[in-house]
């Protein structure tokens, strides 16, 4: 009887290991180089190579590659297909000399995240609600692309 026991707790144990495994390899894992400073949620982080990974559903963590500052980002996954370009991508918004993390995408419309915005960033748009911000991407490949005025 208790080798029975033993030998069913070990097939259960196998198989949720087997079962999380190629969950776990479908995260998020993304790559890019920031040349300026910016600010995710409540945490500012200095120009660098970042990484993206993702742990949880709706969470991801922001390293610095180099200085392994990081944080945790409570995300939440776009609307459609639109806001994605194929493209791995880390998007900000600029205001003046002030850049705040809004999206993370590895370029599939599944894997496209909007950030909150930090509190800095809403106490800017309350101050000047008709202030738009330009936006800002960090491609994975180095490249950074800015918006013309009025596009996302």
Known sequence: MKFTQKLTITLLAILL????APAQSRNLV???RVPFPFT???TTFAAGEYEVTQPGA???VLRNVHDQTSAFENVRPVDSGKDSDRR???????????YFLAKISDGSWRSTYDLKRSNEEE????KNPARQP???SALSNGTIVVAES???
Not at 17 to 20: K, Q, S
Not at 88 to 98: D, I
Request: glycine fraction near 6%; avoid cysteine.
């Open 17 to 20: 290991i087997a079962t999380a």
């Open 30 to 32: 993304l790559r890019f």
């Open 40 to 42: 995710a949620a409540s």
């Open 58 to 60: 709706f969470l991801l």
């Open 88 to 98: 791995a991508t880390a998007v900000f918004h600029r205001y003046g000399k002030a």
């Open 123 to 126: 106490r800017l748009t309350e």
């Open 134 to 136: 330009q936006v800002v």
């Open 150 to 152: 009025g596009q996302k």
